[in-house]
């Protein structure tokens, strides 16, 4: 299928930010980064995906936006999401009409990356490490970079203890700048599963992420992710 991006451009944004949980969406409607899909877009999508793993069925109250990522020139980042699927989403990219489905796996990233094709920047490197981050799982969820305590998407509500230790870790990602081979080195608190830990990555040049290191810092957290992508 193809989406009309004509006007549409990468805004100024943490890809976080638009990790809304799904109830915020169904009530709130598209917010910024979103866009809206006109309604034949919209339809074409809905029948394209329909019944998504065979066990998410579209609706009319189903809910397609989409947004412009800064280190793709033209793949949109399409997200859906429906009332009857609790709190899952589905997410695709997509290039020259074809959808990439974002399954918690990273083939799909990768393959877009070399079509897209992938141009990062030292401008937009750490947004391309939080995309990344979201969407490649291990078996507890996200390697989430925990850069604010009070992100909506952390929807469980911790003890006094937890959310006083979010306040204290919680801090910005940076990027230390290039080794010799041009591979951004960046570092990060991540927040996997109910765990927090100190992390080092090198961002390569052709998308691939590496975690270099991570330093358990603390285990056993009464929070953790609901961001679940559809059956991952």
Known sequence: MRIDTTGARAPDWTFDQALR???HILRHGIEPPWRALTDSEHAALLRLIDPVDGRYATSAQSHAAFCMLPWYEDAPLVRVVDPAWGDASIY???????????NGTSPAIHEVNEIAPLQLTPEHVLEYLRFFCFFVRGEEGPFFLLER??????????DEETEQLLF???SPATCQGQDVDGNFLCSAIV???NALFEAHFSVHN????????????ET?????FTATLGAY
């Open 21 to 23: 949980p799904v109830s």
């Open 220 to 224: 056993g957290l009464t929070v953790r």
């Open 191 to 193: 927040f996997y599963g």
């Open 92 to 102: 695709f990219l997509v290039v020259n009409e074809h959808l990439y489905r974002l």
């Open 168 to 170: 204290r870790l919680a």
């Open 149 to 158: 305590a009070d992100h909506p998407i952390l929807t469980s509500q911790p």
């Open 206 to 217: 052709a998308g691939m992420v590496e975690m270099l290191d991570d330093d358990p810092i």
